[in-house]
């Protein structure tokens, strides 16, 4: 088998977005489904840059399920490691919509999400060595079996390059942001590139200003430590070489999805051999490009589209205006 270029853990589920803005929950009247999770949706964005993409997660035995099998497979990730649990149900996510920074997410994974039910004995762990990028996140590390999953994947892959750790942090999925730091120490031993924004690098090594937490990171044996600042733009850091790429000016619709874009677009870039600053540029306006859009999965951003938007921007144009 080919090796994938971009191979995901985690998250995955059915995104159901308000179609009206501004409208809290109990007041919407209309809803769209879409295809989410945040492990799943950087293997769409990848996808949609050219990339041969799979997931690795499980989803309920009952219709959003097979819903996830036809989405991805019209999204362009490979469903192949996408296995069902008997008796729990495919989570479901809704959302309020107040731009431009307050959206409220309400998730339901009781009595545990069946992407938490990964196990390390049905790991392919050929593909999971073999992949380019090997893309997990740390809500993965919040209950058992899926821990367990991911320290079996890493010891596979023995800390190879391009094996990255989103710092994902979800409060509502841990019992204590302490319970998480914890989980986040051991991780980081195992991978070699870590990227959160600053609240979840606060999470993970106690540092929130931008500068001190790549410092961190890179303490902990990581490669490469992207910081993302939101406003204030983004930071990435190597032990020889440091940039900072300013912010995109965009007209934010719903910026739940704008992490998985970058993720997707960071992944391309660092397989492509690019500049570290070419990467995080691309990759910024692609989190911008999704963050003007409703959905998350589908809209995903392909290289063309990141490519226009760049050079738009550069000319001041703000994206989503």
């Not at 036809?70 to 809704?94: I, K, R, Y």
């Not at 073999?130 to 209950?143: F, I, K, P, Q």
């Not at 963050?291 to 703000?318: H, I, Q």
């Amino acid at each position: 088998m080919t090796a994938y270029d971009v191979l995901t853990i985690g998250r995955v589920g059915v995104d159901l977005y308000p179609l009206q803005v501004g409208v809290g929950l109990a007041d919407v009247e209309t809803f769209g489904k879409f295809l989410g999770g945040s492990a799943t949706n950087v293997a769409v964005a990848a996808a949609r840059h050219g990339r041969r993409t799979a997931v690795v997660t499980r989803t309920g035995d009952d219709p959003f399920g097979r819903f996830v099998h036809q989405a991805l497979g019209e999204l362009g990730v490979d469903d192949a490691f996408v296995t069902s649990v008997p008796d729990l149900p495919t989570p479901v996510t809704f959302c309020e919509i107040f731009p431009p920074d307050d959206f409220p997410l309400y998730f339901y994974r009781l009595p545990i999400a069946p992407d938490l039910m990964v196990r390390a004995d049905e790991l392919d762990l050929a593909a999971v060595r073999d992949a380019g990028v090997w893309w997990s996140t740390v809500t993965g590390l919040s209950r058992e079996p899926s821990r367990s999953a991911h320290h079996a994947a890493w010891a596979a892959r023995g800390r190879r390059p391009l094996t990255v750790l989103d710092l994902d942090y979800r409060p509502m999925f841990w019992e204590s942001p302490a319970d998480a730091t914890r989980e986040v120490a051991t991780a980081l031993e195992q991978v070699t590139v870590a990227v959160g924004n600053l609240e979840e690098c606060e999470v993970a090594v106690g540092e929130r200003e931008a500068s001190r937490a790549a410092d961190a990171l890179l303490d902990r044996g990581v490669e490469l430590a992207v910081v993302k600042q939101g406003p204030r733009g983004v930071l990435a850091a190597t032990r020889d070489e440091r940039v900072e790429v300013p912010p995109v000016p965009v007209r934010v619709l719903n910026g739940l999805g704008a992490g998985d874009g970058f993720g997707g677009a960071l992944c391309h870039g660092l397989l492509a051999g690019w500049a570290l600053e070419r990467t995080v540029r691309f990759a910024n306006v692609a989190g911008a490009l999704v963050a003007s859009r409703l959905e998350c999965s589908t809209a995903m951003p392909t290289t063309a589209e990141v490519e226009d938007a760049m050079v738009a921007a550069a000319g001041g144009v703000v994206i989503g205006a």
